[in-house]
């Protein structure tokens, strides 16, 4: 599903290279996690996968599907089934949840040759994804994240994902500020989600989300690479002795 | 979910859709090829008595245009703007155009000559009586429970080419008709109320007006009454090196009320074209005027090259206690716009609004707001204003608010919004506050902001492309002014948003 090889990426502004040559290679239905210390990169990598703008690829490829994932339009990788919840969501003030909602499925649609889907249909899919993320029917009809705390905007993005359905999802450290209920919630719905044919690259600081998503691998990235990978009790030892041996490797392979 | 709010969605939606099949930014720019018959070229005496000869008018409306054209002569044309204002030659414009066939004024409908019925037509206004709403988006269909219907009276260069729903609309008391027809069917009301709220000598535009102006609606709402349905004039110019100076006259009498819209286009040209129109508007007691305005005059090509240089004064005098007036205006067109919607509360307890999107891309220029003179007692005032600047243009809100030493326990409050798209624009706020008296309050809140790079990727992330994303985050920003104004006028204006920042981003 998504194949990264050897994958450099430079910041535009400063000449500082952050990813540092990263392989990974990730089959639907799998659920790979990605952890590591503050500035190891983690966020970059989802932003480049993504298509956000401000980065380099200074060399390496992306194949997602088959396709050059980095050379596709950032609306084309979402039409495409990648998606991204964001860690910090971002609110539009005036746009309405629904509206913003509806106009990002058609154009997906669209995009895709589909038909769009009518105000009836798609009504009746929302509400039934907002119930059982119990979000209520007022924040629904709030703008996009205004005024909404920071578990609503977390599971929000999770209301989005299921809505758009998308093959391949980048959670980037969905856990952060959010507690145990919140957390919970939010780990349903992605549980709920996943299937045979999805595939998850899950992003975090902490081992506690993957109490509740459980991963088939544990990638350690340290100083933009990885340097370890195992499966989800890697994740319990980091846990444990915290991110310090790992640095050393990083160091080591320079 | 409320069933009013499914619905809005629905034409947001249908909106964004709408946008991406307009092929050219600007949709108007066609011109009809019609014989057009002119008053020579340049302004002199001969001129005005002309225009007024033309419209067949009693010898007190030529004396009034006299007077306001030797003030005129005498005035100078203002320069306090943020405006790049090229010279203009007031000598080397036509001051009356009409189509040839207008000669004698059509008595109804049928005879009006099919090419203007199909400009109207084209331009998404059917000049016929069924039940159509003026200037809906082609293709749009929402439901419409209430089967609203919308009277237009449509100006095309110099004159009327007719009114729609005249007779069921004097059935129910009001008049609606042109102004050079009221001068000679109701020359009572207009003596009465023509410059009574902006005088002959206000300034030099509208100076220039009273003394040209050749046609423009008329509407009087009686004592009590409702008006049935919403009116609307549709301003259109044709004709080459042609200014439009048309005067608009609205009364509402005691506990009467009314929702009127206004709309404007014109074609493409090379040469600007001067616009200088008047409004008043008399409120008497407990009436209510609602007035909507979407301007979209061409507004020149990405050089600055044409377009329609748009000097207007407005002003809405609430005569009578408790009276009520709102002003909405959703400003996308004209290479310059000089335009500041005023109202003027007298009476006790009476309010005004102001709610404004003014949008400048490209080499527009448009220094836009609107004057709050509160004089009565306990009056109130509201200003949400919200500006948007794209690629090379330059925008400005100047507003009044005057709170007068016996308008006691007044407030205002004033909300100015600036949006930047690209870093070659430019947004500025000028506001006045004078407050006279120690028992009024006047609150001011101004934001400038960009589009955010982050709000843009966060749409393009889940699908939606570039230029809907901009479409999607202006018009949430633009929200609270695009809800003041009538369903119809709300879904065009939210099109024309989108149309008019086309390009301005990647």
Redesign the interface.
């Known amino acids: 599903m998504l194949k990264i090889d050897d994958l450099r990426v430079s910041l535009e502004e400063e000449e500082k290279q952050i990813i540092k040559g990263l392989s990974l290679s990730i089959n639907p239905g799998e659920v790979h996690a990605i952890m590591g210390p503050n500035g190891s990169g983690k966020s970059t990598l989802s932003s480049v996968l ?4 401000g980065y380099i690829v200074d060399s390496g490829t992306v194949k997602y599907d088959g396709s050059d994932l980095l050379e596709t339009e ?2 084309k ?3 495409l089934g990648v ?2 919840a ?1 860690q910090y ?8 949840n ?3 909602l ?7 649609r669209k ?1 895709r040759g589909q038909e769009e889907l009518n ?1 009836a249909d798609f ?1 009746k899919l929302v509400r039934s994804i907002a119930k059982d993320l119990e979000i209520s ?1 007022e924040m ?2 709030r ?1 996009v994240n205004v005024g909404a705390s920071g578990g609503e905007k977390k599971r929000n993005e999770i209301l ?1 994902m299921c809505l ?1 359905e998308p093959k391949f999802v980048i959670l980037d450290e969905t856990d952060s500020g959010l507690d145990v209920d919140a957390m919970k919630l939010v780990s349903k719905g992605v549980n709920s989600f996943s299937s045979s044919s999805r595939s998850f690259l899950v992003i975090t600081h902490y081992q506690r989300l993957l109490n509740y998503i459980v991963p088939d691998f544990v990638h350690i990235m340290v100083d933009g690479r990885i340097v370890k990978t195992g499966d989800k009790s890697l994740a319990l030892h980091v846990e444990e002795t915290g991110y310090k041996n790992f640095l050393q490797l990083g160091k080591e392979k320079h | 979910m409320t069933d009013n709010y499914e619905v809005r969605d629905v034409i947001d939606k249908e909106t964004l859709s709408t946008v991406k099949s307009v092929g050219d930014s600007y949709k108007y720019g066609f011109s009809t090829d019609i014989e057009t018959e002119y008053a020579p070229l340049g302004l002199n005496e001969d001129i005005v008595r002309l225009i007024s000869k033309k419209n067949n008018e009693p010898n007190w409306m030529l004396d009034w245009r006299l007077k306001a054209f030797n003030r005129w002569k005498k005035l100078k044309q203002p320069d306090w703007a943020l405006l790049k204002i090229p010279e203009i030659d007031f000598q080397n414009q036509y001051y009356y155009a009409r189509p040839a066939n207008m000669k004698e004024k059509p008595k109804s409908l049928d005879e009006v000559e099919p090419k203007l019925l199909e400009t109207y037509s084209k331009l998404g206004i059917p000049l016929t009586e069924q039940k159509k709403l003026a200037g809906v988006v082609e293709g749009v269909s929402i439901a419409d429970p209430e089967n609203r219907k919308v009277a237009v009276d449509a100006v095309f260069d110099s004159v009327s080419v007719g009114t729609t729903f005249k007779d069921e609309l004097k059935s129910a008391g009001v008049l609606f008709c042109s102004i050079s027809e009221a001068i000679q069917e109701y020359p009572d009301l207009v003596k009465k109320y023509l410059g009574s709220v902006v005088p002959i000598s206000d300034n030099f535009f509208a100076c220039l007006n009273a003394a040209v102006f050749s046609d423009g609606s008329f509407v009087y709402i009686p004592e009590g009454v409702r008006c049935p349905m919403e009116l609307s004039t549709y301003f259109r110019i044709n004709a080459e090196n042609t200014g439009q100076f048309e005067r608009t006259l609205i009364i509402a009498d005691n506990n009467a009320y009314v929702s009127y819209l206004e709309g404007c286009t014109a074609p493409q040209r090379d040469e600007s074209q001067l616009h200088a129109a008047v409004v008043e508007l008399v409120i008497l007691e407990k009436a209510e005027i609602k007035y909507s305005t979407v301007q979209n005059w061409f507004p020149g090509d990405e050089n600055g090259i044409g377009g329609i240089y748009n000097f207007v004064t407005k002003r809405a005098d609430c005569r009578g206690k408790n009276s009520k007036v709102m002003w909405t205006q959703v400003e996308t067109g004209s290479a310059i716009t000089w335009k500041y919607p005023s109202c003027v509360l007298k009476g006790d307890n009476s309010s005004g609004e102001f709610y404004s999107i003014a949008i400048t891309n490209n080499m527009q220029q448009a220094d836009t707001g609107t004057k709050m003179i509160h004089l009565g007692k306990n009056t109130k005032s509201r200003i949400v204003s919200k500006g948007i600047s794209a690629g090379k243009a330059q925008n400005t809100y100047r507003g009044l608010v005057q709170i007068g030493g016996r308008s006691q326990h007044s407030r205002n409050f004033t909300q100015c919004d600036s949006l930047l798209i690209g870093n070659k624009c430019g947004a500025h706020t000028v506001p006045y506050i004078e407050v006279n008296n120690s028992s009024a309050r006047a609150e001011h809140e101004a934001t400038t902001s960009k589009v955010d790079e982050d709000q843009l990727f966060y749409c393009m992330q889940r699908g939606i492309g570039e230029e809907d994303a901009v479409a999607l985050i202006v018009n949430g920003f633009c929200k609270e002014v695009l809800q003041a104004l009538p369903m119809e006028f709300a879904m065009e204006a939210q099109k024309l948003v989108a149309i008019s920042l086309e390009g301005s981003v990647g």
């Open positions: 993504a298509g956000k703008d950032v609306e990788r979402a039409a998606f991204m964001f969501p971002i609110e539009i003030p005036g746009v309405g629904m509206n913003f509806r106009t990002a499925l058609n154009s997906q995009t105000a009504l029917d629904m009809k703008p989005q758009l």
